[in-house]
């Protein structure tokens, strides 16, 4: 489950693939145009669900390594209603399963803000996708994957606030217990360091905005 940033909307995502729109202050469910899934098929279950930063966009991934965007816009034909999350692509990029999934956000060459969406798996890669060109009911796009493993298996990652450095980086997470920063541009390893060592590996990351 994930709020939207403005609070207005709570996603969860099923075991049977599907997504509701809650509406928290009255607990019910928003009817929708088209009913958001992750397959046409028999869906696999939703393992991670994460929303971008300024609210545009959502991403899931699934029991079969399925990476899927949805978008906030109008639905084709009816630009004079409401916007509506719209399915807006999707891969299978990883070998075996996903283990993290966060969006990010950077400046472009023209000073526009520009979302970035990664996942990490136990294939010990990490892949980058193109949102921009990401096309709806037909692919998520690959900008770049890289290693960050060699041995352990990553666990967790999230988009590092820019309070130590001006470069956009992510975070990750091992079963090693360890955390390392990354700059997923050029890419190379910025820092490791121990995390910590009780209550088992870290699974899920979380950035609270104090």
Known sequence: ????????????????GKIQ?????????????????????????????????????????DAH?????????????QADKEKEWIFNGK?????????????GQSLDENDQVLHR???????????????KEAKLHVSLPVLK?????????????????QLEFKEGLILTANDEYKMKLWNPTLPNSRRTCLGPTYGGEIVKLKLLNV
């Open 145 to 161: 994957c890289f290693d960050i493993e060699l041995e352990a298996k990553p666990t967790a990652c999230i988009w590092y606030p």
């Open 91 to 103: 891969i299978l990029s990883h070998e075996i399963e996903i283990t993290g999934l966060s969006f």
């Open 117 to 131: 969406l990664f996942s990490i798996g136990a294939d010990r890669r990490c892949f980058e996708y193109n949102i």
């Open 65 to 77: 390594r399925g990476v899927c965007l949805f978008k906030k816009d109008h639905v084709i034909g």
């Open 21 to 61: 729109v809650i509406e928290p202050t009255s607990g019910k469910y928003k009817k929708l145009t088209q009913p958001l899934k992750v397959s046409e098929e028999k869906s696999p279950a939703i393992k991670h669900l994460v929303v971008s930063e300024d609210g545009a966009y959502f991403a899931t991934s």
């Open 1 to 16: 489950m994930e709020f939207t940033p403005d609070g207005t909307e709570l996603l969860v995502g099923q075991r049977d």
